[in-house]
């Protein structure tokens, strides 16, 4: 069992930055294939950035790409996403997700979830 924690959410200006963090624990890190997903009121689930263990391959929604950075350091079991420029639009719960398997862009695609941290992006 993974357990997944994230933090670093909160409110910002439109155009302004926010690091989230996923710290996991209860699996080897290394060996999980991790991603950031969002969900708005209202919204499906989305999944923004994704990052394959196997091939460390990164993917990203296409409304976030050059905006948004999806990383991970294994010695930390720790994953972050780093949103730039952002917008009221990426207002959400963003929820930090991993697998064992090639996850990517497909919240399906993954086994354990965070519980949430919300971001709120002022106009």
């Known amino acids: 069992q993974v357990q997944l924690v994230e933090s670093g959410g909160g409110l910002v200006q439109a155009g302004g930055s926010l690091r989230l963090s996923c710290a996991a624990s209860?699996?080897?890190?290394?060996?999980?294939?991790v991603g950031w997903c969002r969900q708005a009121p209202g919204k499906e689930r989305q999944c923004v950035a994704a990052q394959s263990w196997r091939t460390t391959e990164t993917y990203y929604l296409d409304s976030v790409k050059g905006r948004f950075t999806i990383s991970r350091d294994n010695a930390k079991s720790t994953m972050y996403l780093q949103m730039n420029s952002l917008t009221p639009e990426d207002t959400a719960t963003y929820y930090c997700?991993?697998?064992?398997?090639?996850?990517?862009?497909?919240?399906?695609?993954?086994?354990?979830w965070g519980r949430g941290t919300q971001v709120t992006v002022s106009s």
């Open positions: 209860g699996a080897s890190f290394r060996w999980l294939s």
């Open positions: 997700a991993a697998t064992p398997s090639g996850g990517r862009l497909q919240s399906n695609d993954y086994t354990y």
